[in-house]
């Protein structure tokens, strides 16, 4: 009877674990606002915001951005670079050359978002370009803290939590097989 009550716990607690985390993950809607803010020495800049609320996306985001010049020339897909010291800001490590472009900002996680925008690239903005803006660079010794969407302090107990509720669950399950196999 006790290992039963033990299960029954252990599987309650390890929804409420799975929930828990599924309803922070949607805590600010499920579609990424984007907005094509211009161009900066060729490389084009991206605002990642959600939806719902217009909060910064601070999250990890996987983007790419698409080029088509004037002339039909397509350039990309590239992808999204995070702007140091900027949340929800992206570029690309790519410049664009000088012209007029039709640029396709989209995300695929960790929600959809597209946009569109037009942009002019001046040819003096391209010549004194870098290989890759300095912003984009993030500095190597920074640590990444929750609030830039790196591990944060509820990420290790989080999965401290859901290995411990697994190893109950583990637990629970061999007692129950155990006493299952004994001889009457």
Same mark, same amino acid.
């Given at each position: 009877?006790?290992? @039963? @009550?033990?299960?029954?716990?252990?599987?309650?607690?390890?929804? /409420?674990? /799975?929930?828990? *985390? +599924?309803? $922070?993950?949607?805590?600010?809607?499920? $579609?990424?606002?984007? $907005?094509?803010? =211009?161009? *900066?020495? =060729?490389?084009?800049?991206?605002?990642?915001?959600?939806?719902?609320?217009?909060?910064?996306?601070?999250?990890?985001?996987?983007?790419?951005?698409?080029?088509? *010049?004037?002339?039909?020339? *397509?350039?990309?897909?590239? @992808?999204?670079?995070?702007? +140091?010291?900027?949340?929800?800001?992206?570029t690309t490590a790519e410049a664009l050359p000088a012209g007029h472009w039709t640029i396709t900002a989209q995300t695929a996680f960790p929600a959809l978002g597209r946009a569109e925008s037009q942009a002019e690239v001046a040819p003096a903005s391209v010549a004194s370009s870098p290989a890759a803006p300095a912003a984009a660079t993030p500095p190597a010794a920074a640590a990444r803290t929750e609030s830039d969407g790196g591990p944060g302090v509820g990420t290790p107990l989080a999965i401290g939590g859901a290995a411990l509720l697994v190893a109950i669950g583990g637990l629970a399950t061999f007692r129950v097989r155990r006493g299952r196999n004994r001889p009457s």
């Open positions: 009877m006790l290992d @039963r @009550r033990l299960t029954a716990v252990t599987a309650a607690l390890t929804g /409420l674990l /799975l929930l828990g *985390s +599924a309803a $922070t993950a949607h805590a600010h809607g499920d $579609t990424i606002h984007l $907005t094509v803010t =211009g161009v *900066s020495a =060729g490389h084009p800049v991206t605002k990642a915001t959600w939806e719902d609320d217009g909060h910064p996306v601070k999250d990890k985001v996987a983007g790419t951005l698409t080029a088509t *010049s004037a002339d039909g020339t *397509s350039v990309g897909p590239w @992808r999204f670079v995070p702007v +140091a010291g900027e949340p929800g800001t992206f």
